[in-house]
């Protein structure tokens, strides 16, 4: 399945919000998963890596 730059960017926002994270933080996750997925990063897994390590000294919160 394929995504658009928009539908991902509103699933890693989702994902992020249901992590944990303020609206805000989701947002930036968001944005910056679409950024990586334009570069050609292996964005699902970077941000997969930071969810599940979430705490409040992570790069995410900070």
Partial sequence: ???SLNEFEA???KAAR???LF???AEEAGR???LL?????DHGS????????FDENCSLWI
């Fill in 1 to 3: 399945m394929s995504y």
């Fill in 46 to 53: 970077l941000l997969l890596v930071a969810l599940e390590n």
């Fill in 37 to 41: 997925s334009r570069s050609g990063i």
């Fill in 11 to 13: 699933l890693c926002k």
């Fill in 18 to 20: 249901g992590s944990g």
């Fill in 23 to 25: 609206w805000g933080h």
């Fill in 32 to 34: 910056t998963a679409r």
